[in-house]
Nanobody, 119 residues
Framework: QVQFVESGGGLVQPGGSLRLSCATSGRFFSIYDMGWYRQAPGKQRELVAAISSGRNTKYAESVKGRFTISRDNAKKTVYLQMNGLKPEDTAVYYC?????????????WGQGTQVTVSS
């Protein structure tokens, strides 16, 4: 059974930085394409960054140049380095398997980690 645990969120001032982590105990982590998603109150969940099993990456236009996704297969962990944070980045951030345009598997969503950008 795949389970993801997100951590690293918090309260930060505009322009600040955070590094989020997503850890799993799943047996086949290294073959997964992974994504970071976020959901703000009243808004739909959106993909903000993704990294393939071969470490190709993609980003939502709104975060390009500010966020960097990476992975450590030995630690079964995906990271999201967030720099130059803006108030509009405020959301709960989640990780899940990226299924190439198909919806992530609902049963694999974790609790997420709250990111609040405010002065």
């Amino acid at each position: 059974q795949v389970q993801f645990v997100e951590s690293g969120g918090g309260l930060v001032q505009p322009g600040g930085s955070l590094r989020l982590s997503c850890a799993t105990s799943g047996r086949f982590f290294s073959i997964y394409d992974m994504g970071w998603y976020r959901q703000a109150p009243g808004k739909q969940r959106e993909l903000v960054a993704a990294i393939s099993s071969g470490r190709n990456t993609k980003y939502a236009e709104s975060v390009k140049g500010r966020f960097t996704i990476s992975r450590d297969n030995a630690k079964k962990t995906v990271y999201l380095q967030m720099n130059g944070l803006k108030p509009e980045d405020t959301a709960v951030y989640y990780c899940n398997i990226d299924r190439g345009g198909r919806n992530p598997m609902d049963e694999y969503w974790g609790q997420g980690t709250q990111v609040t950008v405010s002065s």
